[in-house]
Every structure is written in structure tokens, then in C-alpha cells.
Nanobody, 115 residues
Framework: QVQLVESGGGSVQPGGSLRLSCAASGSGFSRYAVNWYRQAPGKQRELVAAITSGGSTTYADSVKGRFTISRDNNANTVFLQMNSLKPEDTAVYYC?????????WGQGTQVTVSS
């Protein structure tokens, strides 16, 4: 089972950009599907973007055209490029990796969009 560490969060003004990274340790990361979730205060955790082991991607309607998920299996890392950020994107963002019976989560990274 892999272990995940997110980084890249921070504070940004509306319209700005951030790139989140999810670094995995352990073997077989390329077999895992990886998801980015987020949870805002008082709200349920929601799926933001997903990438399969083969590189296929899906996005929540709320982020389509603004966020891009990608992976670098050589570096055991998945990225979430977030552009045109809005205040409603403010949340803790979590990386999740799944394969077979294995299901790993990172500790989360805070993203705050505010003027």
C-alpha cells in the first residue's frame, strides 16, 4: 500500500492559480487510480478530479475547464493544476489512491481563495 503526502496549498486571490502535488511512497503506484477530493467547512467531502492508471481523467462540473489532473509515474506523483480559482474553491484538498483492496489517503492541504 502506498503512502501519500500532499503539498502546494496556500492562499491566493480570486483568479489565481495553484498546483497541488500528491507524492506517493511505496511500490506499484502506477497501478493506482488517484483522486483529488476537497472538503469545505460544514460541507461534505466531494470528488474534484480523478485519473486512472491509464491516464483517463474525469472532473466535477464545478471545476471543468479550470482544473487539470495529471500524473508522473516515474516520479510517483499526481498533480492538480488549479486555474481561475474562485472563493468557493476554498477547502482542504485530499489525495486518494485506490487499487484492488488498497485505499490510501493523504493528510490534506489547505487552499484558501480570498481577496
Amino acid at each position: 500500500q502506498v503512502q501519500l503526502v500532499e503539498s502546494g496549498g496556500g492562499s491566493v486571490q480570486p483568479g489565481g492559480s495553484l498546483r497541488l502535488s500528491c507524492a506517493a511512497s511505496g511500490s506499484g503506484f502506477s497501478r493506482y487510480a488517484v483522486n483529488w477530493y476537497r472538503q469545505a467547512p460544514g460541507k461534505q467531502r466531494e470528488l474534484v478530479a480523478a485519473i486512472t492508471s491509464g491516464g483517463s481523467t474525469t472532473y466535477a462540473d464545478s471545476v471543468k475547464g479550470r482544473f487539470t489532473i495529471s500524473r508522473d509515474n516515474n516520479a510517483n506523483t499526481v498533480f492538480l493544476q488549479m486555474n481561475s480559482l474562485k472563493p468557493e474553491d476554498t477547502a482542504v484538498y485530499y489525495c486518494n489512491a485506490r487499487w484492488f483492496i488498497y485505499d490510501s489517503w493523504g493528510q490534506g492541504t489547505q487552499v484558501t481563495v480570498s481577496s
